[in-house]
């Protein structure tokens, strides 16, 4: 346990909810700075840059989008939004903007540390070269040679298929948007059509899963996209 | 205030007697001018003819037939006195023009004055002109040709100028009528209820008929006809600004609930965050608790998330009560099932959930919302039986629709609840279980957004039956693509 210890910014202005974060995540081993608004949070952003950050949306003085769109245009760091507001509408412009997850407000710590080690074990991974062989589970995707095995046996996937894989194990654990996986998969042009994606995702879901009723690791985010889980 | 509205009286035939007597001044003028002061005489007496003629005003009907004497009599005295005058200076040719003048100036005043000065004419041409002169014999045949001119030129002119009349007061009638039609349509127009613009008819239908009794002319038939439609439109003008008003109220309550609610939900949910979180830190930092205070954490967390789904149902509701827009899409029974049963993992943990789905089947639907429907369903199935109890989920095609169905082994349904379950903040008789009553009441609410059905039944073997029917549909053809 000798890694670096990271440091995350937690963005809320609810000083007990913040109180929450920092406890859950000081207990966890993570170092953590504090921002109770906006113009806070930008300063700690560029002074300190931080591994991660806890975003909460609805900030005293601007929207918490804002500092999202900001912090992307210079920043891969992962930004998990954190959020009383539930409709898939607020997910989804969330993470099209850029944020890596979204949590709805209540969650436990158990979740909250979950998403972290996600999000940071993301942006390492994409800090180095893509590994050519994902491993997830029983899943095994293979970029180069466009193979997946389960449990050992090969699986025969269809090319859209194949992407559809290779992009959400690329982001294990991670939620893609309808649009984000429309535009890699099917090109700019064709992101309003969500019912390819669907009709693809069932076909994938009857090849992986065991009992496609009850997935195991394609999970759906109703209304928001879909997530390869991680163990 | 209505520029149409024309509040002069009624035409006063009086103005026609001056027009007379104007002219006859005009022409004792001129006879005065040719005769010269060798007229005088005459003239004075002519003049005084006509001032009489002209005293104003008139206190009594004495005065006033003296002045319609005056009328005939005037124009026919001063033709008289030129004649004489102008056969003693000038020698006139034919002094039956003078009196076809007199006669038409006459007229001017009407039948009856222009046939009496016809006959004055008559009189005072055979005494003065035609030979024997000065007494009233006529010595030649053609001199009754000339009489007969003078009683037509009067009877003519004379009805000529009633004919007139007639039409310019029809004509002023119809203007006054027009523009109390257009007052009325102006009042109409500005009303703002229904009884103003009964008032306007009543107020305005006197003015536009004109004093009418007994039956209706054509014209005020049609007049009556256009009030009506135009008392029609304004009626239905007030109605559709009604309905707009009610309508703009009730979307801006609607938006008000909304807002509220979700404010609401928004407030509650961060410190429910705040509970949950340091519960959970708790229960982590204090792993050696005692058996019951881990147990009462459990249940702060257990309750916190309760009360997060509360919020979520009422969110939901609101949102379908609201007449919002769906978005539907067509989805897979299995995505919808398989997210669901993922979200109520919790409530359905130690359960054996059997799934049965007929393959390939596709809803038209809002994704999130039907999501939030069968978790609902699940959850009161998990709610309602005893732990460990099973629960079986199925789906099939039931014609144009997709009948999804959620059936439990506990004890069923109190009988006659079998549609006031669906009932908002309804709770079983002697219900064990805590709960708002609102979980199914949302599964319905979604069902009817979405054009579909929701019932509740007993289960052949014991236990409850849910049945949910939504739209279904076939997956959509795709393009070929990579």
């Not at chain 1, 769109?69 to 993470?95: G, Q, Y």
């Not at chain 1, 969650?107 to 540390?113: A, C, I, K, Q």
């Not at chain 2, 030129?153 to 004509?171: K, P």
């Not at chain 2, 539907?328 to 919808?336: H, K, Q, S």
Request: hydrophobic letters at 45%; one cysteine or more.
């Amino acid at each position: 346990m000798t890694e670096p210890v990271d440091t995350v910014l937690v963005v809320e202005d609810e000083v007990p909810m913040r109180r929450f974060l920092r406890a859950a995540l000081a207990s966890h081993g993570f170092r953590v700075a504090e921002a109770g608004s906006l113009r806070e949070a930008e300063r700690a952003v560029t002074e300190a840059p931080p591994q991660a950050i806890l975003l909460d949306l609805g900030l005293p003085d601007g929207d918490g989008l804002d500092l999202l769109r900001r912090v992307r245009e210079w920043s891969t760091a992962p930004v998990i939004v954190v959020s009383a507001r539930e409709r898939e509408d607020d997910k989804v412009t969330a993470l099209d903007a850029g944020a890596d997850d979204y949590l709805t407000k209540p969650f436990g710590t158990s979740e909250l540390l979950a998403r972290i080690r996600v999000a940071l074990r993301h942006a390492r991974a994409q800090g180095g070269s893509a590994e050519p062989v994902m491993v997830i589970g029983p899943i095994r995707v293979d970029h180069a040679r466009h193979e997946v095995t389960v449990g050992g046996a090969a699986v025969h996937l269809t090319p859209i298929e194949f992407r559809l894989l290779a992009l959400l194990a690329q982001h294990v654990g991670k939620v893609l948007t309808h649009r984000q996986l429309l535009r890699e998969v099917w090109g700019p042009r064709a992101t309003q059509h969500t019912h390819y994606l669907r009709v693809h995702m069932a076909a994938l879901r009857r090849k992986i899963e065991a009992d496609p009723a009850r997935p195991r690791w394609l999970a759906t985010e109703a209304g928001v996209g879909y997530r390869l889980r991680d163990e | 205030m209505h520029p149409y509205r024309d509040d002069a009286p009624p035409d006063d035939p009086g103005d026609r007697d001056d027009l007379a007597v104007d002219v006859v001044i005009g022409v004792v003028g001129a006879g005065l001018l040719l005769c010269g002061p060798t007229g005088a005489t005459i003239g004075a007496i002519l003049l005084a003819v006509v001032l009489l003629s002209r005293s104003r005003p008139r206190p009594g009907v004495a005065l006033h037939v003296l002045e319609r004497v005056a009328a005939c009599v005037g124009p026919v005295a001063a033709a008289t006195a030129i004649g004489v005058l102008a056969d003693a200076h000038l020698g006139l040719p034919d002094d039956a023009m003078l009196y076809l003048f007199a006669i038409m100036v006459a007229a001017l005043g009407g039948r009856g004055a222009g046939l009496g000065a016809a006959a004055l004419s008559v009189a005072a041409y055979d005494f003065f002109f035609i030979p024997p002169r000065f007494e009233f014999a006529v010595a030649e045949a053609h001199h009754f040709v000339t009489f007969a001119v003078m009683f037509a030129v009067g009877t003519a002119m004379g009805t000529l100028v009633v004919r007139l009349r007639r039409t310019e007061a029809a004509s002023r009638g119809r203007e006054r009528r027009t523009a109390a039609l257009l007052a009325f349509t102006s009042d109409a127009a500005s009303a703002k209820s229904v009884g103003d613009v009964t008032t306007a008819v009543a107020k305005n239908v006197q003015d536009v008929l004109g004093a009418h009794h007994g039956a209706l002319d054509t014209e005020a038939r049609e007049l009556a006809a256009a009030i009506e439609q135009q008392a029609g439109v304004a009626i239905a003008r007030l109605q559709l600004a009604d309905e707009a008003r009610a309508q703009a109220l009730r979307a801006q309550a609607e938006e008000l609930r909304s807002s509220l609610l979700s404010t609401v939900s928004h407030d509650l949910r961060t410190p429910l965050a705040i509970i949950t979180g340091m519960a959970t830190q708790l229960r982590e930092a204090l792993p050696d608790l005692p058996a019951d205070q881990r147990e009462s954490l459990d249940t702060i967390v257990d309750e916190a998330r309760r009360l997060g789904n509360v919020l979520t149902n009422l969110l939901s509701i609101t949102r379908v009560e609201s007449g919002a827009e769906l978005r539907r899409d067509w989805v897979p029974v299995e995505e919808i099932v398989g997210s669901a049963l993922d979200r109520a993992g919790v409530a359905l943990a130690g359960r054996d959930v059997a799934i049965a789905l007929e393959p390939e089947l596709g809803v038209v639907v809002d994704a999130m919302l039907t999501e939030q429907l069968l978790v609902n369903l699940l959850e009161n199935a998990a709610k309602h039986t005893p732990a460990g109890t099973p629960i079986e989920l199925s789906a099939a095609k039931d014609g144009e629709r997709v009948a999804i169905a959620v059936s439990d082994r506990g004890p069923g349904l109190p009988a006659g609840s079998e549609t006031r379950v669906f009932e908002k903040f309804f709770r079983g008789p002697g219900a064990r279980v805590a709960g708002a009553g609102l979980g199914l009441a949302v599964c319905r609410g979604i069902a009817i957004a979405h054009g579909g059905d929701i019932r509740a039944g007993a289960r052949d073997g014991g236990g409850a039956t849910f049945r949910v029917w939504l739209p279904g549909g076939d997956p959509p053809a795709l393009e070929a693509t990579a």
